[in-house]
């Protein structure tokens, strides 16, 4: 069967209109963020709309809960939809709540979105004092239940104690390499080399602020990044996570950044003069230009065998060995 | 295979003792209630009591999802424990809870405990105005995800009603027939025929408010109640459905009785000089009984079949068509 297409991170304003896109883009599988910072019953509610989705639109999209989900879309020609949390706000203070979102169908929980959590330092903080002592916990119950513990957001020594800790790989699934484009939200070599070491995997990602040059980045030098990081990390760690926020108005970068927690606009990657969603690159805007990423990966020397893996198959493969109970 | 043992309605105060009980008396599977007056958050933790149960005693129970739940517990020596509600309080005002519910494991819920709903009219009420515009709503969404309708503390008319607007048998899981004995809580003959010849299904009670003569009721009585059931209903319509509440202190009946909708003492069943639970009769009072009823209606005039079917296999049966989406 051929290597699924697969974007491991999605934060679009859905919309029949996207899963269409999604479609003709050949997109078998998405990770979609359903929870910023949404308590437990709120986050319900977003599940509640997505089971709206599937409920109306069966002919493109289905929740996807296992790897052979991928598989499933793939033969069906539609698209796999997973779920994930950029913070651990819907597990609350309770522990217990990790299952049962397990048994909701998430499967990915980044363990803080840039500010302090219950489990962790987030990458604005000033300083990041690792995993809390609930963070342990935490960690070693996704790893029995099959949630992946996801570090876009997170400080470097959070970051480096969840790989420790974590006995499963654990994945950062939208960001870059710090050494391209020095970000709060990119990664240093020796989180990279920890987490790609530690069979984790990583997700790149095309929001602007994520890329050398911002929306002027060009699909080449996005490509020779990915050739370098291949070379540097193995290409079988390495993946796609677009961190796509298509047709979001600028409302939900705010409610994003700001939540609940500051009565004071924070601009988290922005500034004050340039506050809203970033330009998109001019070669990807939306589901249908994975096939312009392929092509500059092709003028690469990468092979045929690592594209596919970094288009689809590596998370396809990761997938396999976290969804389930810990063996 | 052997035909499964099914106990379709228990709220005992759970634990390893009664888990063990439920293995030594040779149980298949259990329908619990989790929760009474619950919001769906408060409802959330008690299933979260059962995750950790489940985690603890995997050699004793699992949860149970489907009818091959109860073929894999009688494979492997153990319990399949089936979730209900006893009121559709956890569901809130929010009809997209009912997906999330089943998707949770839920696979029963009353439309009402004894006071009116939001979806229809309890026993005790003094006017039964039938199923509510969201009542009817919400029996349809029941009937597409795999809910079960359970009327077992509703109201004559809204009983009728519900059984007319779904399109998938209902079921009374905890109840007796009125012309045995006479209780709010009993059904009458028009209930049971309507129940029954649309293809739901009636659970026998042990729960001595339930019972001719209460606590001292015989077990020849309670049988020759189920013999001439079977005549009138058919016997394949028929099951057990204990109300078994063993353990419990009495705070919890008062909590089941008054939840948080009175300041006023309500006795329910009770009464002010008896209020708490009743004593059980002799010949059922745990899991390990069960051999009693079976002894009990081998001596009435029903065949091997008609018994087997009425100790658990006309609920697998039941099961079977139920707990998926509709076709």
New interface residues.
Partial sequence: MKTPLIDNLQYAKFSPRIFEQMRNGGVDAVHVTIAYHEN??EM??N???W??WFEMHPDLIFKGTTAACVRDAQKTGRTAIFFGFQNPSPIED?I??V??CH???IRFMQLTYNNQSLLATGCYEDYDAGLTRMGRQVVTEMNRVGIVVDMSHSGERSTKDAIAHSTRPIAITHANPAWWHNALRNKSDAVLTALTESGGMLGFSVYPHHLAAGPACTLASFCQMIEKASRRYGARNLGIGTDLCQDQPDSIVEWMRVGRWSKVIDYGEGTASDSGFPEMPDWFSDNRDFGNIRLGLEGTSLSADDIDGIMGGNWLRFYESSFGPQK
Avoid: S
């Fill in positions: 437990f019953r319900v509610l599940l509640e709309q089971n709206r309770d217990g709540l299952e049962i048994q909701l169908g």
